[in-house]
């Protein structure tokens, strides 16, 4: 009789757990459907509208040529000359930003993404670059402002220097296997700006952009500070020095 009852309620225990088990990997896969879809819907975002938008601190770069020995298909030196690029840095500077962000703009069924508008504010401080003795081609120098997406941009952004507001331009084949498209403002086309590059300068830039997700900035100054302002819940933060 006992044997018989603790048969039974082995058997009970191996049904349940069946039951469980059956109930558990339901579960699963209805939540890895659900993450499936709702990444493919973010991807259609990205690939149609926005993507998360990254942005790089504004930077200097001044070419020049260096003479070196090259070779040819069939191995033989010759002489040619090679352009480098030397990268300046600011000082420092201060960021601030403030976003708008909402789950209403892109939703599908029960899916929806969050997105943002952000106001970027950056002050800082380009001091006179210290750089290697190299044959600079100052006249071909550019202040650079690398960004991932550039469909976020509501326009372009803008840099005042010298009381003076100048617009990043940018072209087809800057976007380059780096995931970046840099804008710049060329000394070519804005010879003013020569004498301020050389000796130094302070600048206040102004971004304004959408984004998905999650932002980005990268910075390229000596000293960085950053604050942010908005309504976006649940807010997380992560970055190294």
Not at 3 to 9: E, I, M, Q, R
Not at 31 to 58: G, M
Request: charged share 15%.
């Amino acid at each position: 009789m006992r044997s018989n009852f603790l048969t039974l309620k082995i058997i009970a225990i191996i049904i349940l757990m069946a039951i469980f088990w059956v109930g558990l990997n339901f579960v699963s896969v209805l939540v890895s459907e659900r993450q499936s879809y709702q990444q493919n819907f973010l991807k259609d975002i990205a690939q149609n509208h926005i993507r998360p938008q990254s942005i790089v601190s504004p930077y200097i770069r001044v070419p020049y040529q260096q003479n070196k020995i090259c070779q040819n298909e069939k191995k033989e030196p010759y002489n040619c000359v090679e352009t480098h690029w030397t990268l300046i840095g600011a000082d420092q500077t201060h960021w601030t930003s403030q976003f708008d962000v909402s789950d209403d703009k892109y939703k599908r069924a029960i899916y929806r993404a969050i997105s943002y508008q952000a106001e970027l504010t950056a002050q800082g401080i380009f001091q006179k670059p210290l750089v290697e003795k190299h044959p600079y081609q100052w006249d071909q120098a550019e202040i650079v402002l690398p960004v991932s997406d550039p469909r976020g941009l509501n326009q372009n952004p803008t840099i005042n220097i010298s009381n003076q507001n100048y617009q990043f331009e940018i072209a087809p084949q800057d976007t380059t296997n780096s995931g970046l498209n840099f804008m710049r403002i060329r000394v070519q086309q804005r010879p003013e700006l020569l004498n301020a590059i050389q000796n130094g300068f302070q600048f206040k830039l102004q971004v304004n952009t959408a984004g998905l997700n999650k932002f980005t900035l990268i910075p390229t100054s000596s000293l960085i500070t950053y604050s942010a302002k908005g309504n976006w819940a649940d807010a997380k933060y992560d970055g190294q020095s």
